[in-house]
């Protein structure tokens, strides 16, 4: 059974940062891509980022040039590292596992989720 787990959701300022993380079990991650998603209050889960295997990265326009996706398969391990975040970016961050290849943005293509943590922005 894979288990993902996420960490590092936080109160920040706008402006300010924050780094999730995604401890992975069950599963290495190696050769599979690794995602991350958003759903903020009332509104629909959405892309943020995704790293494949070969570290070839893809980003949501909106996290672009403030987002940086990375991953680490000695510890199995996902990051993302938020910075001059917005009110905006408030949402339950998810991570996620596919193994479809490339770089999907699509929820059906991740077969493996975590639970989320809250990253709550203040302006």
């Known amino acids: 059974q894979v288990v993902l787990i996420e960490s590092g959701g936080r109160l920040a300022q706008a402006g300010g940062s924050a780094r999730l993380s995604c401890q992975v079990s069950g599963r290495t991650i190696g050769g599979y891509t690794m995602g991350w998603f958003r759903q903020a209050p009332g509104k629909e889960r959405e892309f943020v980022a995704a790293?494949?295997?070969?570290?070839?990265?893809s980003y949501a326009d909106s996290v672009k040039g403030r987002f940086v996706i990375s991953r680490d398969d000695v510890k199995n391990t996902a990051h993302l590292q938020m910075n001059r975040l917005k009110p905006e970016d408030t949402a339950v961050y998810y991570c996620?596992?596919?193994?479809?290849?490339?770089?999907?943005?699509?929820?059906?293509?991740?077969?493996?989720w975590g639970q989320g943590t809250q990253v709550t922005v203040s302006s």
């Open positions: 790293i494949s295997w070969s570290h070839t990265v």
């Open positions: 996620a596992i596919s193994g479809r290849g490339r770089l999907p943005v699509d929820e059906p293509s991740y077969d493996s």
